[in-house]
Every structure is written in C-alpha cells, then in structure tokens.
C-alpha cells in the first residue's frame, strides 16, 4: 500500500522560507514529485527527485532521502502568489500516489 | 500547456443514474489517470490506463469503471451514482512512467 504524509497547514510571512516535509512508505518507489495547487485549479508540477539530494530550481528547492523514505519543499523568499496546496506524490512503475497536501498560507 | 480536456466541467446528476466522465488529450501520451479530490483526503487514483485498452485499479476503484478505446480518450464511469462520489474530478496525462503527469481542469460532480 501508499501511506504518504504531509502536515496539513502552514502559516509563513512574505519574504520568509518555509519547508514542506513529506514522509512515504510505499510499496515500490522510482521517485517524488512536488505538484503546486491554487484554490479551484489543477495542480502544476513543481518538481522531481529521483535521487537522494537536492534539487533547486529558482525559489524552490526539493531534498530526497530514499533510505529515510522523506523529502522536503523548500519555498524561499515568500511571495503572497505563493498561497496555494503543496502535494507530495510517489511514483511506483505505472502509478502516481498522492500525500492529502499541505496548505500553505503567506501573509504580509 | 498540455493538450488535456475534461468534460463536462460541472455536472448535477440524481442518485442511481449513471455518469460518463471524459478525458480527451491531443499530445498522444500513453499514460492517463484519473483522481478524484476531497478536503483532507487529497488526491485519489481511481484507475489508470497505460495504453489502449490496458486499464488497471486505483485506491478507490468501487463504483467506477473506465474504458480506453483509443489514446486520445479515457472515459470514466459511475454506473449508478451515490452521493458519496460527489468530487472534483481530476484526469492526468503522463508521456511515459515516472516523469511528470499534466493535469486538466478538472470536473466538478454533485451527486443529489
């Protein structure tokens, strides 16, 4: 089975980093995707870890641990555009499992 | 943007009548899912297809049935509706296994 867990809210002030945990124990992995979701749309990719590290692309960075079967969203610099779902998901061969997501708030 | 239309995009339909939910893409991916998404839950797979006519369950699977007739359509089928399949209704399209997946607009259900 897929049990993958994500804190449900975060609260974070503009111009502030927040980091997103995320923590999976699935039965078979090939790797972690971060997907952003605003209220009424469809979540868009953010990011892919296959291997252990970080990847960082722009304000956004990601870290997997396979061994330790967690990642981390790394959001810096803040921006009110920023509120939005964070979902964590793990791909198994044909198929793509998502945590419930964390909802990030960014206030002034 | 991928080329991925669901339709409808709302539906209301009365319990025990049955409901087709469609997924149309123009980029000729092979992979196609489709969710379902409820507060505190997340995402839900509910099927998934990895070619034409290859179809396979998700999590939450009872109730619904899917059809690939041709790569560009995933249909997904409640055969009599219950209230308890009033969601948001997300298909997803992927080039290969493992990479990202684009997903549509979304299909807003009631059930009443």
């Known amino acids: 089975g897929q049990n993958i867990d994500q804190p449900t809210e975060m609260t974070a002030t503009e111009g502030a980093i927040v980091q997103i945990n995320c923590t999976y124990q699935?039965?078979?992995?090939?790797?972690l995707f971060w997907y952003q979701q605003h209220a009424g749309e469809a979540p868009t990719f953010l990011s892919y870890?296959?291997?252990?590290g970080l990847e960082e692309k722009g304000r956004f960075s990601s870290f997997l641990s396979r061994s330790k079967g967690y990642s981390y969203l790394l959001l810096k610099e803040l921006q009110m555009k920023d509120s939005a779902s964070y979902l964590c998901?793990?791909?198994?061969?044909?198929?793509?499992?998502f945590g419930a997501g964390t909802t990030v708030t960014v206030r002034a | 943007d991928a080329g991925i239309t669901q339709s409808p995009r709302h539906k209301v339909t009365e319990t025990g009548t049955p409901v087709t939910l469609r997924c149309h893409q123009t980029?000729?991916?092979?992979?196609m899912y489709w969710y379902r998404q409820d507060p505190g839950h997340g995402l839900r797979l509910i099927h998934y297809?990895?070619?034409?006519?290859?179809?396979d369950k998700g999590e939450v699977s009872d109730g619904y049935s899917v059809s690939r007739s041709k790569t560009e359509d995933f249909l997904l089928t409640l055969e009599s509706a219950t209230s308890s399949q009033t969601s948001v209704y997300f298909c997803?399209?992927?080039?290969?296994?493992?990479?990202?997946?684009?997903f549509g607009q979304g299909t807003r259900l009631t059930v009443v």
């Open positions: 870890n296959v291997l252990d």
């Open positions: 297809s990895y070619g034409v006519k290859d179809t």
């Open positions: 980029e000729n991916h092979r992979y």
């Open positions: 699935t039965s078979g992995f090939n790797g």
């Open positions: 997803a399209i992927s080039p290969i296994s493992n990479t990202e997946a684009f």
């Open positions: 998901a793990v791909t198994n061969d044909y198929k793509l499992s």
